[in-house]
């Protein structure tokens, strides 16, 4: 093993690339100017974001990159079955009200100590994130929060007018958000101002932290699930042969890194906005003051309004439970899953397979009884109002940018000229991309950010001859780490349109959630990510190119 440590470092071969591309032939170099202008136009936001992606649809068939039907057939693949079936199962969520007694539940549990409070919030809206749309889970969140926050301001009469509402329907002026986001144009109740002029500073506090924290939550939660997220799915089918990223191996790497996110992201927000005596951490039961009495009640009110759980809520969990369980048993990786049962369909299978299936049941199963007309527990119009065909759009353009990179022979090139870096350590490498890609993130959509980077980094990894999982999947990880801006993603305007929040709140916030956020993921992949991917050995699914740099980990 000495000996060939000894021989690694004495000589350390240069990557000679296949002379494939005749310089003569200029197909690499259209490729670059599409990915340019798609990339200018995705930061700037000229044209609808969904639109941008439509540009190789037009442009490579023009510029003699690819065949109009292979550009075609790249736009449409396993992603969007699987994004078909979780929006399915959203939409029975959400239509019989599951989110609320989840959320509410979660929040009872923990207390109304405001501390505590915070995290029973930040706690349910991350658990709805990872299964629908963090935009979506945001605003199933938020008004229940609004209404909490108001309960908790006016028993302190610090200055709200107006009577006690105690159905929780706020009062405001209604908005319509445009956000230029993938997915979102979304209506908004914008409660009156009066939290955000209080004379009580703890109490404005409180309000700035358990906002930013619902939209951070949101987005932590995300990461959690391959399809919690539109950069994870993107990440998923860079390498259609790889097996080793299912729903259970990724659940098993995520899950800890949003549960550290989570908890520091509370202690970090609690004192940033609230202070630094902790004290609450281990004091329980007391006297509760006016404000909790406030916030128990509304939350009591609220979740004894939802009634005995009804049928409709009760087939829609089980279906929900049932497409977990699948997702994590058909192939664990650690024993035969149920997807061993065809063996003559090794491969055939997938979880877009499972959760379509699932959301296939919820347009026939009967939400009723046989006393009523039949009814289906969800319709194809309240599907179609949920699905986010423009981010459908979106990340089918960046699948098909990808696939022109590796047609047009951009992807070797860039490869080449970026194998300078791995002269460096790959954790080294690793990071450098990692903070590149947080930075872009904040600026552009994250699903477009994935689209740029993931095309460029495979091909790095591959001309470093590292495992592409060992890059691929920080640089993936933290394309959703969108914190510092309103615009920085959907779930961040809608919590700023509230009004308790200023840029400068959010910015100081995100600063800090993104290093911890950094930090975590780094944790991982370095830890128990390694053993979890096999991420220092170098895959047979990946290309070997010849005269490969043979950095390792």
Known sequence: MQKKEAQRSSLKPKPSFPSNRDRNNTTDYRCAFVMLLMAVYWVTEVIPLS???????ILFPILGIMKSSNVARAYFNN???????????????????????????????????????????????????????????????????????QQILKAKKSGCSGKDNPNLQLEGRLITLHIGQPSLECRKIIPPACPATSSNHKDRMLCKAMCIGIAYSSSIGGITTLPGT?????????????????????????????????????????????????????????????????????????????????????????????????WLTRSPGFMPGWASLFPNHSGYMTDSTVALMLGFLLFIIPAYGPSRKYEAMISWEEFQALMP??????????????????????????????????????????????????????????????????????????????NPLYVLIPTTLCTSFSFLLPVSNPPNAVVFSYGHISILDMVKAGLGVNVIGLLAVMLAVGTWGVPLFSLNTYPDWAPVLPGFNSTMP
Not at 259 to 274: A, K, P, Q, S
Not at 421 to 431: D, K, S
């Open 389 to 466: 065909w423009k981010v459908a759009l979106l990340v089918g353009g960046g699948f098909a940018l990808a696939e022109g990179t590796k047609e047009s022979g951009l992807s070797l090139w860039v490869a080449e000229l970026l194998t300078p870096l791995g002269n460096l350590p790959v954790l080294a490498t690793i990071t450098i991309a990692s903070i590149i890609v947080t930075t872009m993130t904040e600026l552009t959509s994250n699903a477009a950010t994935s689209n740029i980077f993931l095309p460029i980094l495979a091909p790095l990894a591959e001309a470093i001859h590292v």
């Open 79 to 149: 992603f969007h079955f699987l994004l078909v079936g979780v929006i399915c199962l959203g939409t029975s969520i959400e239509k019989w009200g599951l989110h609320r007694r989840i959320a509410l539940r979660l929040v009872t549990i923990v207390g109304v100590n405001p501390a505590w409070l915070m995290l029973g919030f930040m706690s349910g809206c991350s658990f709805l994130s990872m299964w629908v749309q963090n935009t979506s889970a945001v605003t199933m969140v938020m008004p229940i929060v609004e209404a909490v926050l």
């Open 230 to 326: 539109s950069p994870n799915l993107i990440f998923s089918e860079i390498y259609p042969d790889c097996n080793d990223i299912n729903f259970g191996n990724w659940l098993l790497l995520c899950l800890p890194i949003s549960v550290m996110m989570l908890l520091l992201t509370w202690i970090w927000l609690y004192w940033l906005f609230i202070g630094s005596d902790f004290k609450f951490l281990w004091q329980c039961g007391g006297k509760m003051s006016e404000k909790e009495k406030a916030a128990k009640k509304v939350i009591e009110e609220e979740y004894n309004s939802l009634g005995a759980m009804r049928p409709q809520e009760i087939i829609t969990g089980v279906v929900f439970v049932l497409m977990v369980l699948l």
């Open 51 to 57: 639109m941008t992606a439509m540009l190789p649809a």
